[in-house]
Nanobody
Framework: QFELVESGGGLVQPGGSLRLSCVLS????????MGWFRQAPGREREGVSC????????NYADSVKGRFTISRDNAKNTVYLQMNNLKPEDTAVYYCAASGWPVVSSCDAGLFGSWGQGTQVTVSS
């Protein structure tokens, strides 16, 4: 049984940092592109960042470029999202997802078939 479990969310002040983790069980991370997505109240789910199975290819939403970094440790079956200089508009539930392919052409949620339960990130003073 595939399972993705996110952690690391919480309340942080503007300008602060958080690191999200996503641990996978039931399958090997090595062969799959992974992504982080977020959904704020009243808004559609959006792709934040995605990474190929090798880790050599990444992409980011324009709104997070230069502030967020995605990474993966295949040996630990874990994907990370380092979030720096957080802004109130980053407030959302963040989801980890696995694609069925080693590389994806874009961070399109339709390309990802397995999802975690989400972790809340709130940026507020």
């Amino acid at each position: 049984q595939f399972e993705l479990v996110e952690s690391g969310g919480g309340l942080v002040q503007p300008g602060g940092s958080l690191r999200l983790s996503c641990v996978l069980s039931g399958f090997t991370l090595d062969y799959y592109a992974m992504g982080w997505f977020r959904q704020a109240p009243g808004r559609e789910r959006e792709g934040v960042s995605c990474i190929a199975s090798s880790g050599e290819s990444t992409n980011y939403a324009d709104s997070v470029k230069g502030r967020f970094t995605i990474s993966r440790d295949n040996a630990k079956n874990t994907v990370y999202l380092q979030m720096n200089n957080l802004k109130p508009e980053d407030t959302a539930v963040y989801y980890c997802a696995a694609s069925g392919w080693p590389v994806v052409s874009s961070c399109d949620a339709g390309l990802f078939g397995s999802w975690g339960q989400g972790t809340q990130v709130t940026v507020s003073s």
